[in-house]
């Protein structure tokens, strides 16, 4: 058997497949693929301290990176192979007077920003891992569909390495200028179609299978394990102390079910002797997975979640035509492609799921920036469900909880402005639509004359 291979989720194939292969699915079944080991061939630390001591040898790349210094954890690269740039250089910083807000006792909550990657957002852990792979199979075009964030962490690894072409797809819906910019500055050829997102990632897939071009979405299995790191420095951050809660936004799922999944095998490696719970917030104009989960009770039930469900779900969708709709462009996604990892995931970690308004998910951006970590709005989320949870009596008030923060501020610079201006439109363009209509945390800049009284007056100083 070979150190790591790519295995069916579905219990019922459990096909394996070499990880030469490039696959975003069971050729056998067409369930999703997982990246297994046979941790008995690898040389897994005794204890996740002992990954301390690579930080004294950083000059060496791969133990400067956040995510190849546990290369052991998703050992399915040779060390000559991996690509990097510096990916994984995340702060988590307790931040007490959030604590406070949430009615929490000091020293309770903890933001992990992953906005100080290099493409400003989380997903260069994962992409790191999936260059990774594709440098291995000798793949020389990459491509994604994006709400964003993929896109621009895509495009620098491709401009960085200058191992691959890039192609990313967009839909016609909303776009955060930040993110599409970044995409456009690193050189990718960017398609846009007419569609939202599910449209871009089914058109991308369908290329994928059929042309030489290698599919870097959150449905490539390697992606997730990249992923999984941002919880081993989630406990690096802690001393290696298990929180209680881990609080994600929702989305394409990929985070949420790669933090299960590392979870889930550092318990088995008796790395950690607990696993923490585990909450996913979507918004409310995209709530698929909190449909199912709290409206449907749709479980993992071992492998074997009810697929006639699902399907029944999205013929629903696809009959009213219903699409995503939310300010937080990051995670406006109706079709989640990690649904099922997400299912066992929530499993693993005896999860919740909730849903959250754009109000309070534009609130609670303001207020995470206020207290210091500019953050694209899709992280509001995570504060808003802690709120809601906690307001609930799930979370209690001295519960150790880490709140991901999946992107930097200047992602959406144009949705931030038109907040703190209090008004829905900027540049011409509405940003804020009907109903989300309060700002009160909005800080906007004073207008007053060129006279130094005046400039008093307004700083309350006379």
């Known amino acids: 058997m070979e150190t ?3 295995q069916c989720l579905n219990p019922d194939c459990s096909a394996t497949f070499s990880v030469s292969q490039v696959l975003t699915a069971c050729d056998q079944c067409g369930s999703l693929l997982d990246i297994a080991y046979d941790w008995d061939s690898i040389a897994v630390p005794r204890s996740l301290a002992e990954f301390e001591s690579r930080w004294a040898e950083r000059l060496n790349p791969l133990n400067f990176s956040g995510v190849w210094r546990f290369r052991e954890l998703l050992g399915f690269a040779p060390e000559s192979q991996i690509v990097t740039i510096g990916e994984g250089q ?6 007490d007077q959030l604590a406070a807000h949430c009615g929490m006792t000091a020293g309770s909550l903890f933001l992990q920003y992953e906005g100080l990657n290099p493409s400003g957002s989380f997903k260069d852990n994962g992409m790191t891992a999936a260059s990774t792979h594709a ?3 000798g793949a020389s075009m990459t491509a994604c569909a994006s709400t964003g964030n993929t896109s621009a962490s895509l495009a620098v690894y491709a401009a960085v390495s200058g191992l ?9 819906g909303r776009i955060a200028f930040g993110k599409l910019s970044q995409a456009l500055d690193y050189g990718a050829r960017t398609i846009q179609i007419r569609g939202d997102f599910d449209d871009a990632l089914a058109r991308v897939r369908e290329l994928c299978r059929q042309h030489p071009i290698y599919l870097c979405n959150s449905v490539n299995p390697f992606r ?5 790191t941002i919880m081993l420095r989630v406990l690096e951050g802690l001393g290696w102390q298990v929180p209680d809660w881990i609080i994600v936004p929702g989305g ?3 985070n949420c079910s790669a933090f299960g999944k590392a979870f889930s095998e550092l318990h088995a490696l008796s790395l950690i002797d607990r696993i923490p719970r585990l909450a996913v917030i979507n918004a409310a104009g995209a709530e698929t997975l909190s449909s199912f ?3 449907d009770s749709l479980r993992w039930q071992s492998g074997r979640p009810d697929a006639a469900a699902i399907a029944q779900r999205f013929q629903e969708m696809d009959t009213r035509n219903e699409r995503a709709s939310t300010l937080a462009s990051a995670i406006e996604i109706n079709r989640p492609v990690n649904l099922i990892k997400a299912l066992r995931a929530l499993d693993t970690c005896d999860g919740v799921v909730r849903s959250v308004s754009d109000q309070q998910i534009v609130d609670c951006r303001a207020r995470i920036a206020a207290s210091g970590f500019g953050c694209e709005p899709a992280s509001g989320a995570s504060l808003a469900g802690l ?8 979370i209690g008030k001295s519960d150790r909880v880490v709140c991901i923060l999946t992107g930097h501020e200047l992602k959406d610079p144009d949705l931030t402005m038109a907040y703190h201006s209090a008004d829905p439109h900027l540049h011409g363009k509405k940003l804020i639509p009907a109903g989300v209509h309060e700002t009160p945390l909005a800080n906007p800049p004073v207008v007053v004359d060129n006279d130094e009284q005046a400039i008093l007056q307004a700083l309350g100083l006379i």
């Open 224 to 228: 997730l394990e990249g992923q999984k």
């Open 387 to 394: 709120l809601q949870l906690r307001n609930e009596g799930v």
């Open 293 to 295: 989960w709290n409206n």
């Open 90 to 95: 995340t702060l988590l910083q307790r931040n």
């Open 135 to 137: 440098r291995m199979t």
């Open 164 to 172: 691959f072409r890039c192609i990313v797809f967009i839909g016609s």
């Open 252 to 254: 394409n799922l990929g």
């Open 4 to 6: 790591a291979y790519q």
